[in-house]
């Protein structure tokens, strides 16, 4: 049952007006159970000042491009309603009109964009509506003998209206629809969602919930467990095998909806869907069509349900089913879109939003994490609508053209033309090792803030904790995770991919970063030392490395990785050979992957940084102390000394190297691979040649 969430104290505390329906638009949203990530819309109408001072009837409705869950007073649209009320006696209008008509009843020309249902909340008579788009009504509004039931559930108190796609003669149905009947307390819009309403902004939330927890209730009592989704045909391998094979199909996916523009993933094993995709009459309720209008944009008419027998050893053949599924996905959309397709239109992106695996559960594709998982969440309750419409009776959605029109129509297309632009590292993912210290968490930031998705290895696993948690609270939610490695780990660092694979779906950029230093005369240098430099810089470089070019070849995209070098890969350092040998090696094991990478579109590039203090994990430990004392000056000396002996008279600090990862990793740097770039402010020994 949905739950009220109504608290009078905080009710209590707000001014009233349009603060209470903020309240109740967040509470209706929160709970996606009542209403959809970005759909629904709610209203109040009240009496306000304009900017003469005099008292006018002004109606706040959501406006365009906004969600109820987060939305603040600045989502709302403020309208004159006696410049409103009018256009009810109107027999038709377009939307292009409607839209226009609206813009001028505005009382702020700064409010976003009035909605298109706008004149479904002004041509009720109350001051209150809610539109929303509950799981349990859907549910009825998808059953075939959805208005026979919707009898036995409200009796005479609901008003029925068929489908039409939202605009002037949908609202005017649902107006004459309720004024024909005196004793109506909701609106059921067949294949779409509910309309309530209220004489105050409580009283609106309170028959919201009440009439949903109806519909909830009938249905429940008819629901069949052991019958849901026709019983059960396959088992959910258990948690860690599923888990494990996603990851390892999950780069095999990206490279293959990412033809077009790069595609971000999530992984979905919730319960729910496991139910869904291992049920018997699945893989047909998948494809009859939306449960929603509003889920297409995001969904698409249909997922891709994948044709496969769980089998933990059969991880091949589900690549190939996989491959071949996602190419006549996209062979079908464009037919799809060929059929339907109206003068102007242009075809989004082709290949599937949601792909469902028997036995291992949901996939979800998108421009970034947060909208794959929007495509994820409105799946979620797509099978909740399927689970109670089939539990009453068939399952039915809107036709072919009738779901093209929502998706490609011009007013749905105008939200999503409010996202911000996408920037040069948009849709891709980066792998940063050493992410918690200085160079690796500058860089991170760098990237992230031209649209990267980040993963941040470190065996400071606290430390990159941190790095994410700041990166995320200034980006959003996920823009950056933390995975613990150790980079001579064969076992952990391939640990850290598929952790980076469920995450993100692959990897497009790798900055080979992690590291250490240590310093001492060549005939003191120890073979502890000798080989801990050699594990961590040249193997440890090496393994992540080959991770990454497996997970690149895999995608089929291309990639980028930089190395993090040093001066000292091309100046003998003195005190330090174990040091400048393994950081040698980085240089021309970079050179030898870009060799063989170009056939693949892997570009291979390292920077030489030199004496980066700032942040640095290397410098505050004994590193600092034994430059000092082989330069013989005091550690506190020691910024100013190599500032001194640039040909620039320069520091060098985590942002210029984080600059220098951000060049290779861009397409302005697409057609260079193999080459070192010195950012050392000039030391004329370590120059390139």
């Not at 396959?234 to 077009?260: K, W």
């Not at 598929?498 to 005369?521: C, F, H, K, M, R």
């Not at 594990?535 to 997970?551: D, P």
């Not at 895999?554 to 993090?564: A, C, K, N, T």
């Amino acid at each position: 049952m949905v739950q009220s969430l109504w608290e009078a104290s905080q009710a209590a505390e707000l001014a009233g007006g349009l603060d209470l329906l903020v309240y109740r638009s967040n509470l209706i949203g929160t709970d996606r159970r009542v209403c959809n990530y970005g759909g629904g819309n709610t209203s109040s109408k009240m009496i306000v000042k304009d900017f003469r001072g005099r008292d006018i009837e002004v109606m706040y409705v959501k406006g365009s491009g906004s969600d109820l869950a987060t939305m603040k007073a600045a989502g709302f649209t403020g309208l004159r309603m006696d410049d409103i009320r009018p256009l009810y006696e109107r027999d038709d209008m377009s939307d292009e009109d409607m839209v226009a008509y609206l813009a001028n009843c505005m009382i702020d020309a700064k409010h976003p964009r009035a909605s298109i249902e706008t004149l479904l909340h002004a041509f009720l008579p109350f001051k209150h509506v809610d539109h929303t788009h509950p799981d349990a009504i859907i549910s009825l509004c998808c059953a075939d003998n959805g208005k026979d039931l919707a009898g036995e559930i409200f009796g005479d108190r609901f008003v029925w209206v068929p489908y039409i796609r939202p605009g002037f003669k949908l609202s005017k149905m649902i107006a004459e629809g309720v004024r024909n009947n005196q004793k109506a307390e909701l609106v059921l819009m067949e294949k779409h969602g509910l309309v309530t309403w209220g004489e105050t902004s409580e009283e609106a939330y309170a028959q919201t919930i009440k009439i949903i927890n109806e519909a909830e209730t009938y249905i429940e009592a008819r629901v069949k467990e052991d019958r849901v989704f026709g019983g059960a045909k396959h088992a959910a391998l258990p948690a860690g095998v599923r888990r494990s094979i996603a990851a390892r199909v999950m780069p095999t996916i990206r490279g293959a909806v990412s033809d077009t523009k790069k595609m971000i993933l999530t992984f979905d094993d919730a319960d729910d869907v496991l139910q869904f995709v291992g049920g018997r009459d699945s893989a047909k309720l998948s494809q009859v069509g939306a449960a929603c209008p509003d889920h297409l944009v995001h969904t698409k008419v249909v997922p891709l349900f994948i044709d496969w027998t769980p089998d933990a050893d059969d991880v091949d053949g589900l690549k190939a089913k996989l491959k071949e599924g996602i190419a006549q996905y996209k062979e079908e959309y464009k037919a799809y879109f060929e059929r339907n397709k109206n003068e102007g239109d242009i075809m989004f992106e082709a290949a599937p939003r949601v792909i469902l695996i028997p036995g291992i559960g949901m996939i979800n594709t998108g421009k970034n994490w947060a909208m794959s998982q929007v495509s994820g969440a409105l799946y979620h309750r797509a099978i909740a609508v399927m689970r109670g419409a089939t539990a009453l009776g068939q399952f039915v959605s809107l036709s072919e053209n009738e779901s093209y029109n929502v998706e490609y129509w011009p007013l749905e297309l105008y939200k999503l033309s409010l996202a911000p632009a996408e920037a040069e590292f948009s849709r891709k993912i980066a792998f940063i090792t050493g992410g918690a210290g200085g160079i690796g968490s500058e860089t991170a930031r760098r990237l992230v803030s031209e649209g990267a998705h980040v993963v941040l290895a470190d065996l400071n696993f606290e430390g990159a904790e941190k790095v994410a948690a700041e990166i995320n609270a200034k980006y959003g939610e996920n823009r950056a995770i933390a995975v613990k490695v150790d980079v001579t780990s064969e076992e952990l660092v391939k640990a850290a991919y598929a952790e980076t694979a469920l995450a993100y779906g692959g990897v497009d950029i790798l900055v080979n970063n992690a590291g250490l230093a240590t310093s001492s005369p060549f005939d003191q240098t120890s073979l502890k030392e000798w080989n801990l430099n050699m594990n961590v810089l040249g193997t440890g470089y090496f393994l992540v490395a080959r991770e990454a070019f497996s997970m690149m070849k895999e995608q089929d995209l291309g990639g980028s990785m930089v190395f993090i070098g040093s001066k000292n890969s091309v100046y003998a350092g003195k005190n330090a050979t174990a040091y400048s040998a393994a950081k040698a090696l980085e240089a021309h094991l970079a050179r030898c992957i870009a060799a063989e990478g170009g056939e693949f579109g892997i570009r291979v590039n390292t920077i030489l940084p030199d004496a980066i203090l700032q942040g640095s994990q290397i410098w505050n430990g004994s590193w600092r102390n034994e430059r000092a004392a082989a330069y013989g000056i005091e550690p506190d000396q020691l910024e100013e000394y190599y500032r001194k002996r640039t040909t620039l008279l320069v520091n060098i600090f985590p942002r210029d190297i984080a600059e220098g990862v951000a060049f290779f990793a861009s397409s302005k740097a697409e057609k260079t691979t193999g080459c070192m770039l010195t950012i050392d402010g000039g030391v004329p020994a370590a120059f390139t040649r």
